[in-house]
């Protein structure tokens, strides 16, 4: 562009002013990518069409529980290779601050059910000998400084002992991590059976089933055979994606969309109130300027765009800086949460989506401005001058 340089001293003429704008429109795109990929998240791998593992959780609620007498029927279903389970368990290490996901599971079942978890064959069959062995990802040894042959004492929340205590001891018996670089290892596993014998209540259930589909078999119908089994029972089931189970778990704080919705909006009808009140004043201290090029010989749609592709600059630099960090941010979120939610995604679609918002934001901030520019006559503005 050959006006590029006018343009860019002319943005930068007051340089507290546009750093500030500069800034607040950083940050705004800063919470757009940091929102899109969580509303990515809450949109995406809900679709059951083209699922390998389906999670089956009571019809009511995720808190409910389900009898461990539905797994032999999931697991005869036509079209099921295999099933595990899990539960919630709920507590915390040491202080309330150092929660993470721990879920009493059955060993074999839930190991053979994610094979992209890896652990050395010693570590995994002394886990399986040991009723109060537990174990950990990686990301979690590395947090806690947890080695092999530690005792870990948890604090429950939810579930007290038989006893009356809340304090569950556990020995850690092995380390693993994950082939799935989206995926997170911050979680703690250990055995069902010591959980069913030593709680208080609810015996007889876990909180999820896990099912892996059959080759060449069809997950909707495998879905809707498996709840229709449990249809008009005291605990019916609803079967869904895993993406689509880990939703259930942010849904139960509220509606996360339409928050993020809303949040988006008035960010940027804020940002745009900046931006153009930004634009508005610096077409106003420079009047003579204007005029002067208009005498120089440059056309009135030249002004037109001279003011506009100064705001599409500002809204540019701040934009694509904020995209570009709201990326990074973004990829240590995902494995961060991918235990809870899965496909944490800043998208090809939302980045380009977020430079057309750039753009569109820099024409309607700079617009009135612009046409006051355009609009503006040599000599009225030379007698203000």
Partial sequence: M?????????????????????????????????????????????????????????????????????????????????VTHASWFGGYYQEPRNQFGQFPVDPQSYFDMYPEFNMPVEQFEAFKRNRTGAVVGQELANTYGWKVGDQIPIQA??????????????????????????????LMLFQYDYFEEARAFAKGTVGWYILRVSKGADPIRVANAIDLQFANSPNETETSTEAAFAQSFTKQFGNIALIVTLILGAVFFTLLLVSGNTMSQSVRERISELAVLK???????????????????????GGLLGLGLGWLVVQGLAQQMAAFLPGVFLSPAAIAGGVAMMIGAGILAGIFPALKAMRLSIIDALARA
Avoid: H
């Avoid at 809900?46 to 389900?66: F, G, Q, Y």
């Avoid at 693993?176 to 911050?186: C, E, K, L, V």
């Fill in 2 to 82: 050959k006006y590029f340089r006018l343009i860019w001293k002319n943005a930068w003429r007051k340089k507290i002013r546009t750093s500030l704008t500069v800034l607040s429109v950083f940050v705004a795109f800063l919470l757009f990518a940091l929102l899109s990929a969580l509303g990515f998240a809450f949109r995406g791998g809900v679709d059951v069409a083209d699922a390998e593992r389906l999670v089956v959780i009571d019809k009511i609620s995720l808190i409910n529980p389900i009898p461990i007498s539905y797994m032999n029927r999931i697991a005869a279903t036509d079209g099921v290779e295999s």
């Fill in 295 to 317: 005498t120089l010989g440059f056309s009135d749609p030249a002004v037109l765009g001279i003011v506009l592709s100064e705001s599409i600059l500002i809204m540019l630099m």
């Fill in 157 to 186: 929340t939810i579930w007290t002992k038989a006893d009356g205590g809340r304090t569950w001891e556990f020995q850690l018996e092995g380390i693993f991590s994950t082939d799935d670089p989206r995926g997170s290892t911050a």
